[in-house]
């Protein structure tokens, strides 16, 4: 069972009445949102497919469910934190859940899937009179249980103005433009995370090959033009070899893969994401698939007898 941390949970200010909000799939990172939620003093219904991981939010005055449909009945917000499109579809629309909102109510989707899915969920909700907001977001665990997560958001100007009080306690909130944008913006998010992750990790590599100190190197390059978050934050995880998952590989290829499909879908040629694409699917195919996603560094350390 997940231990909960009395810093993390102490009571948030909040200037907006309490909401009744549902959130569907608690895991890495809807458990520590899904904290912050009950924080801040709101309505808290959770559901999880296995329901020990949702059980622990009970204590901090959550109602935890045993169905997804439960859960939505009586909520005016309804957060999906879910694995993929798929799950999120068969969670919506065939477990009973979209037709158990309450009329009006918005769904914000932000797990991480396909643009077209997302357009789609946007439809089909439409459609039975529910609003909808793709709004998936960037920051990992540690922004989810600091309130620190950059979200983007897709969809209708007046929903995303309507979710504002909750995306204050997870973070900053852009509206990038109608429904599948803020997916798109996303999968941009994870090129560029998934490809500074291999080059961080090659050049240290290359550097540490050629007899130099890597954890130097790294120091060296910090405050210069090749700095950035994922040198920093990522590039000590090679050095430590601490590759324990706060985002795992396995969901990193997900997200390129993700990409890669969009890709052809609109016409736009992605040779550097197809490159690391394939370097990510050896990582997984080679059992790398539950490391963090920095676990990259394993995978170009053993082509390169470092190991």
Not at 78 to 94: A, D, M, N, T, Y
Not at 189 to 209: C, D, H, S
Not at 246 to 254: I, S
Request: with cysteine.
């Amino acid at each position: 069972m997940a231990k909960i941390s009395a810093a993390k949970d102490a009571p948030m200010t909040t200037t907006t009445p309490p909401l009744r909000i549902a959130v569907l799939g608690i895991g890495m990172m809807g458990l520590p949102m899904a904290r912050r939620l009950c924080a801040a003093g709101h309505q808290v219904h959770a559901w999880n497919r296995t329901r020990a991981k949702a059980d622990p939010l009970a204590s901090l005055g959550a109602t935890v469910h045993g169905a997804p449909s439960e859960a939505v009945r009586n909520a005016d917000f309804v957060i999906s934190l879910l694995e993929s499109g798929p799950v999120v579809e068969q969670v919506l629309f065939e477990l009973g859940t979209a037709q158990a909102m309450r009329p009006g109510a918005l769904f914000i989707d932000m797990a991480s899937i396909q643009p077209r899915e997302a357009r789609d969920h946007a439809a089909r909700l439409d459609e039975i009179g529910l609003a909808h907001l793709d709004a998936p977001v960037s920051g990992g665990t540690v922004g989810a249980e600091n309130g620190t997560l950059a979200i983007m958001a897709g969809g209708q100007a007046q929903d995303f103005a309507r979710a504002q009080p909750i995306f204050a306690v997870f973070g900053r909130a852009t509206h990038v433009g109608p429904h599948g944008a803020g997916q798109l913006a996303k999968l941009a998010n994870q090129m560029i995370v998934g490809i500074t992750i291999g080059a961080v990790a090659e050049a240290l590599l290359f550097a540490a090959k050629g007899g130099a100190d890597m954890a130097k190197v790294r120091e060296a390059i910090s405050g210069g033009f090749a700095d950035s978050r994922i040198l920093q934050l990522h590039g000590q995880r090679m050095v430590d070899r601490d590759f324990a998952p706060r985002a795992r590989m396995a969901v990193q290829l997900k997200d390129l893969d993700n990409t890669l499909i969009t890709a052809q879908e609109i016409g736009f040629d992605a040779p550097i994401t197809r490159l690391f694409e394939a370097l990510y699917k050896d990582g997984v195919e080679h059992g790398l698939g539950q490391l963090d996603h920095s676990g990259l560094f394993v995978e170009l350390a053993s082509r390169n007898a470092m190991q």
